[in-house]
Nanobody, 125 residues
Framework: QVQLVESGGGLVQAGGSLRLSCAAS????????MAWFRQAPGKEREFVAA???????YYADSVKGRFTISRDDAMNTTYLQMNSLKPEDTAVYYC???????????????????WGQGTQVTVSS
């Protein structure tokens, strides 16, 4: 079992930056693929970014060039650095994890077995 706890959300003006953190329990963090999803009010949860155990990275087109996913395996933590934030980035952001070899598409919610509780990001115009 893996438990995920997100932090770092908050209120920021358009053009500003935030860094989200996702702390994971367990001793085998380095063998998990990690991802961030988000869900805006009235919308479906959508993929934001992922970083595999082999350090391959994937991004949604809407955040490419603005967001960066990283991980510190020694700290069992995944980060999402968000720059040049826009009002349309407002959402609850969720961290997700799956053991390598067990997931499906990195872009799909169904490809992840473990989820955090979410952290709110609000971008004002």
């Amino acid at each position: 079992q893996v438990q995920l706890v997100e932090s770092g959300g908050g209120l920021v003006q358009a053009g500003g930056s935030l860094r989200l953190s996702c702390a994971a329990s367990g001793r085998t963090f380095s063998t998990y693929n990690m991802a961030w999803f988000r869900q805006a009010p009235g919308k479906e949860r959508e993929f934001v970014a992922a970083r595999s155990w082999s350090r391959a990275t994937y991004y949604a087109d809407s955040v490419k060039g603005r967001f960066t996913i990283s991980r510190d395996d020694a700290m069992n933590t995944t980060y999402l650095q968000m720059n040049s934030l826009k009002p349309e980035d407002t959402a609850v952001y969720y961290c997700a994890a799956v053991l390598r070899g067990y997931g499906g598409s990195v872009y799909s919610q169904a490809g992840y077995d473990y989820w955090g509780q979410g952290t709110q990001v609000t971008v004002s115009s």
